[in-house]
């Protein structure tokens, strides 16, 4: 299994909207003690390989900026011949709102260069995606500032609350499949997790 989480390197970059997929990988890595190391040779990446609740993984995290993702993507799949249904990409995501995150199982790129990026260097949209929602601007702030902007002092508990629940929803994905993520998880986050209810 490889999982990917998608971000900008750099300190600049660590704590904004796009970079969830990073931070996603991060808290994962973090809970089952494991510790990324860089491969600096082209295309650069962080990377860790290790049980995962039992279960043997590859995380991932591309180092080439957003819109050169899929270059690590897929030398590491080429490398250890990861087919791509064994392939999950952990990324933010405009057109889901804050406090909310959705499995799917493939699809274009939605304008998310990460992904049209990693879609154009395996040669295909089928591979399933965890897709962490941050929302679009209330005032006309250019999208590209907007998710290079770290996130609100009063959005910072939602998000915190929402990668929580990736973990397990990752997990979840890791030990029964995409399937089972997408019905566990889609849809129920706001009640189940986020609101308390």
Do not use: W
Request: glycine fraction near 12%; charged fraction near 20%; proline fraction near 7%.
């Amino acid at each position: 299994m490889l999982l990917v989480g998608l971000g900008n390197p750099g300190p600049q970059y660590r704590y904004t909207r796009h970079n969830v997929g990073f931070v996603a990988l991060d808290r994962l890595a973090l809970q089952f003690g494991l510790d990324f190391i860089p491969h600096k040779k082209f295309p650069p990446y962080e990377s860790v390989s290790g049980f995962v609740a039992g279960i043997p993984a590859i995380l991932l995290k591309p180092l080439t900026y957003m819109n050169r993702s899929g270059d690590a993507v897929a030398s590491v799949l080429n490398f250890y011949k990861i087919s791509l249904d064994k392939l999950l990409v952990v990324h933010d995501d405009l057109d889901l709102p804050l406090g909310s995150l959705k499995f799917t199982q493939g699809g274009g790129s939605g304008g998310h260069k990460g992904i049209g990026s990693i879609i154009g260097s395996v040669g295909s949209k089928e591979f399933p995606r965890l897709r962490i929602g941050i929302g679009r601007p209330f005032s006309p702030v250019p999208i590209d500032k907007y998710v290079l902007s770290p996130f609100l002092s009063e959005e910072a508990p939602v998000i915190g609350k929402v990668l929580d629940v990736s973990i397990k929803g990752l997990v979840c994905f890791l030990e029964k499949g995409i399937e089972a993520a997408m019905n566990e998880f889609n849809g129920k986050i706001e009640a189940k997790y986020v609101t308390g209810l």
